[in-house]
């Protein structure tokens, strides 16, 4: 899951009316029922309702923010640690659960720290068991030597720099990854943090805007990592808003790991003239009523040039001319339709004969 501010595209600091309205327009946006040709649109809106039940609980998104914060101290730390070359000794298998643990309160540290008095038990009863055959008991030193040892044990440990200090719980940990704690935190939601984690880096997740006549010039498009590198992306045929172009392996590395891939969505401008349905094209064709009511022919404008359209008679600002193979590259190798949309306009200037016309019908007066 990505982070759940990315998705939404809210401020961290933003506010639960804001983060709502964002939520339902993200959410219209990527709707199945609206994105019917997007195999992808049902796990676009599973994503943005996981990622808006974290931040509209107040204390789910503490946690997360805590996380997140916690995750970046702890990979400074790690960092300031490489930098001094140190050979401290690191654990790295479940950095990411044990810390989303240790937020949420997880039973099962705490089992294992109530279970070590217990085992400790036993071996403090085994002399006791050899001292009763003895008749006299006898004192023994070794006991309080030991015991004495203890304090200076601990007074070197407390004259330690304090940059060879234990670090969360007496071993330094690797940084967790932001993907790893969002991942954990939905597991630990889902009531799945049990299951093992992929032997993966996380995947980059990135956003890439791009205009209507790119995707139809295949035109490779600039998308900008999140430490500022920039990556060329192919936009394959079938590409449409809210499309996903996967780059296999070609994320992050890190030493005995898969290599993740870059996750690209695609968002198309929609300010010029045409608007994208899927594979299909909208544009909007001013009319005026003269020629609405008698019909006429028509120049419409099209990703390859002009092309003429008849207008029926008595057309209304309902009506919709389909021209086939007009829109953009479907993943088949053809094309989407263009759909010209009328729109009823008067003149500039008031038109007497029009305006008595109009009037007359109203009256029920016939000229």
């Known amino acids: ?181 969002v991942s954990a935190i939905v597991r630990r939601i889902r009531g799945a943090a049990g299951k093992p984690a992929a032997d993966k880096v996380p995947d980059i997740f990135c956003d890439v805007t791009v205009s209507i006549e790119d995707i139809f010039r295949r035109e490779k498009a600039t998308a900008t990592l999140p430490d500022g590198q920039t990556l060329k992306v192919a936009l394959p045929a079938g590409t449409t808003d809210g499309s996903i172009v996967r780059l296999k392996e070609m994320g992050y590395r890190l030493n005995g790991m898969q290599r993740g891939d870059v996750v690209v969505a695609v968002r198309v401008l929609q300010d010029g003239r045409f608007r994208t349905d899927g594979t299909d094209l909208r544009t909007t064709l001013p009319v005026n009523i003269q020629d609405a009511i008698l019909g006429c022919d028509m120049t419409v404008e099209t990703l390859t040039g002009p092309v003429s359209v008849t207008i029926p008679a008595w057309s209304g600002s309902d009506h919709v001319i389909r021209l086939a193979g007009h829109g953009l590259p479907a993943a088949d190798g053809k094309r989407g339709d263009l759909l010209v949309e009328l729109r009823l306009m008067l003149w500039e200037k008031p038109d007497e004969k029009v305006t008595d016309l109009m009037r007359s019908l109203r009256n029920g007066l016939f000229l």
């Open 1 to 181: 899951m990505r982070d759940p501010y990315s998705v939404l595209g809210v401020r961290r600091n933003a506010g639960p009316d804001e983060i709502k309205a964002a939520w339902r327009s993200v959410a219209k946006a990527v709707h199945p029922d609206q994105n019917q040709d997007d195999p992808l649109a049902t796990q676009r809106f599973a994503e943005a309702g996981r990622a808006y039940e974290v931040l509209k609980d107040p204390k789910l998104r503490n946690r997360y923010d805590y996380a997140r914060r916690e995750a970046e101290l702890r990979r400074m730390e790690e960092m300031k640690r490489k930098a001094r070359g140190t050979d401290e000794e690191t654990i790295d298998p479940e950095t990411a659960e044990d810390m989303i643990s240790r937020i949420f309160g997880a039973d099962d540290r705490a089992k294992a720290q109530n279970a070590r008095p217990q085992e400790k038990k036993p071996a403090a009863a085994a002399p006791q068991a050899e001292a009763k055959p003895e008749p006299r008991p006898e004192p023994r030193p070794e006991p309080r030597a030991e015991a004495a040892a203890e304090p200076e044990a601990s007074t070197e440990a407390k004259s330690e720099p304090a940059d060879k200090m234990p670090i969360f719980g007496g071993f330094p940990r690797a940084a967790a990854p932001a993907a790893e704690l």
